[in-house]
C-alpha cells in the first residue's frame, strides 16, 4: 500500500506525541491508535501502517544485544550499559548473551548498528585480506 506525504507527515507528528522525554510510552501509543481509529481520518489506514513502521524502528533503535565469548561480570555489564545510555541515550534495554563461537570480544548491536570486536570477526577479516 502506497502511503500519501500527509499521511506520513501525521504518523511522525503522532509518533512525536507519543514521546515522553525523547523515550517512547507505551500507553500513549495505545491511546493514540485507539483515538485514530475511533475518529477514522482520511487516509487513516495508510497513517497508521507508517506509524506501525515508525513505532518498530523506534523499539529497535532502543534495544541493545550484547553478545560476548564468556559472561561478563557485572561491574562490565555496567560499564558497557553506560557507554551505550551515553552514546543512544536514555531508555535503552540492553540483554546479555553468550556466544562461545565469538572466541573473545564484544558483539553489539543497537538497532542496525553493528559494532564487532570479537575475535571471530578479526578472524574473518584476516581471513579475506590473505
Known sequence: MKVSRQARREA????????????L??????QAVQRVISTKPRGYL??????????????????ARIESAVALAPAQ???VRTNLTQRYGP??????????AL????????GSDVYD???????RALEESL
Not at 510510552?25 to 495505545?30: M, S, W
Not at 570486536?117 to 578472524?123: D, E, F, H, I, Y
Open 117 to 123: 570486536g570479537s575475535v571471530q570477526a578479526r578472524l
Open 77 to 79: 555489564q555496567g560499564a
Open 25 to 30: 510510552d507505551d500507553v500513549k501509543v495505545r
Open 103 to 110: 572466541l573473545g570480544g564484544l558483539r553489539i548491536q543497537v
Open 91 to 100: 531508555g535503552l534495554e540492553t540483554t546479555f548473551a553468550r556466544n562461545p
Open 46 to 63: 495508510g497513517m497508521l501502517s507508517h506509524f506501525e513502521r515508525l513505532v518498530r524502528l523506534d523499539v529497535a533503535r532502543r534495544s
Open 12 to 23: 511522525k507528528q503522532l509518533l512525536r506525541v507519543c514521546q515522553t522525554n525523547g523515550v
